[in-house]
């Protein structure tokens, strides 16, 4: 009989365009602006970025959620963004993840028992979509304590979680780095159930620098 294992340690939808041109399954702008003609709705600046919010905060187009379509971007949230499409340039990870640009916002999803919080890692002074992609994966990577994993709200939930954390670590074909990984317990991503499908980003009314993360 297989057991789970712990770590020892425990470490309003309104997206707006870059210049970048939209993908396959990206969900249109709230404006018909041909977008290789369109420039950032505002001038980024260096160092730190107020967080003063309008009543329309926008979310950049890479990291939008649409009921409707299919996610601009294909991301498994137990891979590290690297694995991500070539075809997104560095200029756009770089980009503001939102309009206006702040210097923190933070992240929920009701599968999940952490919040996560990302602050700006550059010089810029702002959130930018890499700051957000990162930001989740490093969350989501950190081992879950016993008790975390003991207030699941069912035998159901307890069952998924295990399923997950096995199929997580079933992908690795060599034996040894499979029971390594093992080893390492159950991390927060595993909580996720197999829904490591990232969305995007849906506003919320807990305020305007608070986002949810939708998964499938």
Same mark, same amino acid.
């Given at each position: 009989?297989?057991?789970?294992?712990?770590?020892?340690?425990? /470490?309003?939808?309104?997206? %707006?365009?870059?210049?970048?041109?939209?993908?396959?399954?990206?969900?249109?702008?709230?404006?018909?602006?041909?977008?290789?003609?369109?420039?950032?709705?505002?001038?980024?600046?260096?160092?730190? +970025?107020?967080? =003063? %919010?309008?009543?329309?905060?926008?979310?950049?187009?890479?990291?939008? %959620?649409?009921?409707?379509?299919?996610?601009?971007?294909?991301?498994?949230?137990?891979?590290?963004?690297?694995?991500?499409?070539?075809?997104?340039?560095?200029?756009?990870?770089?980009?503001?993840?939102?309009?206006?640009?702040?210097? =923190?916002?933070?992240?929920?999803?009701?599968?999940?028992?952490?919040?996560?919080?990302?602050?700006?890692?550059?010089?810029?002074?702002? +959130?930018?979509?890499?700051?957000?992609?990162?930001?989740?994966?490093?969350?989501?990577?950190?081992? /879950?304590?016993?008790?975390?994993?003991?207030?699941?709200?069912?035998?159901?939930?307890?069952?998924? +979680?295990?399923? /997950?954390?096995?199929?997580?670590?079933? =992908?690795?074909?060599?034996?040894?780095? =499979?029971?390594?990984?093992?080893?390492?317990?159950?991390?927060? +991503?595993?909580?996720?159930?197999?829904?490591?499908? %990232?969305?995007?980003?849906?506003?919320?009314?807990?305020?305007?620098?608070?986002?949810?993360?939708?998964?499938?």
């Amino acid at each position: 009989m297989r057991h789970v294992h712990f770590a020892p340690a425990n /470490a309003v939808y309104l997206p %707006f365009s870059s210049t970048s041109p939209p993908r396959r399954g990206s969900a249109p702008t709230p404006h018909p602006i041909d977008r290789p003609s369109m420039r950032l709705p505002f001038e980024p600046k260096h160092g730190p +970025v107020p967080d =003063r %919010f309008s009543e329309e905060m926008q979310i950049h187009f890479l990291l939008a %959620f649409s009921p409707h379509h299919d996610p601009t971007i294909q991301y498994d949230l137990t891979l590290h963004p690297s694995t991500l499409d070539s075809e997104i340039s560095h200029k756009e990870f770089a980009e503001p993840a939102t309009h206006p640009p702040v210097s =923190r916002l933070h992240v929920i999803c009701p599968r999940l028992q952490w919040p996560i919080t990302i602050s700006s890692s550059s010089g810029t002074g702002f +959130v930018t979509v890499l700051d957000v992609l990162e930001s989740i994966y490093r969350v989501l990577r950190v081992p /879950a304590k016993p008790t975390e994993y003991g207030s699941l709200p069912s035998h159901s939930a307890i069952r998924g +979680v295990n399923a /997950a954390y096995y199929r997580r670590c079933g =992908r690795f074909q060599d034996r040894d780095s =499979r029971q390594l990984e093992e080893s390492k317990g159950i991390k927060r +991503v595993d909580f996720l159930m197999g829904r490591n499908r %990232f969305l995007g980003l849906s506003g919320t009314l807990k305020g305007p620098d608070i986002w949810e993360l939708n998964v499938s």
